[in-house]
């Protein structure tokens, strides 16, 4: 069983930035994935950035464009995201979540069917 809390979310006027952080705790491994998703009401959940917490990999939704950054404490057990420059399309709730096996061939960061827990979510909304 794996917990995962999301926090740091908030309003922000265009331009602006949060960080987010999403604290793992439970059965979690060196080597799991851990990314960051969102969900507006417009659009379908959307992958927004992963890490490998075992190498240090990291991912990126092309729409971050060098806005956000992940990254991952000494333990990894604490994932950040760092959100720079933030848009009013960024607004949406922020989920983090774990995938335990992200080794297996072709398996993709972005596709929400690979995780295995998920948080319930920090909201951030982004005025213009």
């Known amino acids: 069983q794996v917990q995962l809390v999301e926090s740091g979310g908030g309003s922000v006027q265009a331009g602006g930035s949060l960080r987010l952080s999403c604290a793992a705790s439970?059965?979690?491994?060196?080597?799991?994935?851990i990314a960051w998703f969102r969900q507006s009401p417009e659009k379908e959940r959307e992958g927004v950035a992963a890490i490998d917490t075992g190498g240090d990999l990291t991912y990126y939704a092309e729409f971050t464009k060098g806005r956000f950054t992940i990254s991952q404490d000494n333990s990894g057990n604490t994932v950040d995201l760092q959100m720079n420059s933030l848009k009013a399309e960024d607004t949406g709730m922020y989920y983090c979540?774990?995938?335990?096996?992200?080794?297996?061939?072709?398996?993709?960061?972005?596709?929400?069917?690979?995780?295995?827990?998920w948080g319930q979510g920090t909201q951030v909304t982004v005025s213009s």
């Open positions: 979540a774990v995938d335990f096996m992200p080794w297996i061939r072709g398996r993709t960061w972005y596709d929400d069917s690979n995780y295995d827990y």
């Open positions: 439970g059965n979690t491994h060196s080597g799991d994935r």
